[in-house]
């Protein structure tokens, strides 16, 4: 099991390189693209960190501030993303965005 203290360490980590990510992408003006599988994933952390109330302000004020844009998952994405999950060791969830994309670019491979 986790040290709590050590868990918070980690998480408050990984929230500062969200935002520097967030900040780039601002600064650059381009977009972050993430799929909703992970957002959902996001907004499920959230809730049980904060609840609910809080979550979905978090949530709202994201999506209003940041340079993020929420790609939905269609069957074809979900075959894509298992032909990378089948060949790398990535999280399913992190390469439905990535098939997304591909899916956009028409770059079928």
């Known amino acids: ?11 408050a980590l ?10 780039r992408a601002r600064v650059a003006g381009i977009t972050v693209m993430m799929s909703v599988v992970n957002w959902g994933e996001v907004y499920c952390t959230l809730v ?9 302000g978090v949530i709202a004020e994201t999506l209003r ?7 939905s998952v269609t069957p074809v994405d979900a075959i ?6 089948a060949q790398y060791n990535v999280p399913f969830a992190d390469l439905l965005a990535c098939a997304r994309r591909q899916s956009e670019c028409s770059c079928d491979r």
Do not use: H
Not at 14 to 23: M, P, W
Not at 80 to 85: D, H, M, S, V, Y
């Open 48 to 56: 049980k960190r904060i609840g609910i109330a809080k979550a979905e």
């Open 65 to 71: 501030s940041a340079p993020i844009a929420l790609l």
């Open 1 to 11: 099991m986790d040290d709590p203290e050590e868990r918070c360490s980690r998480l």
């Open 80 to 85: 894509r993303a298992a032909r990378l999950k």
């Open 14 to 23: 990984d929230a500062q390189i969200v935002k520097e990510l967030f900040n």
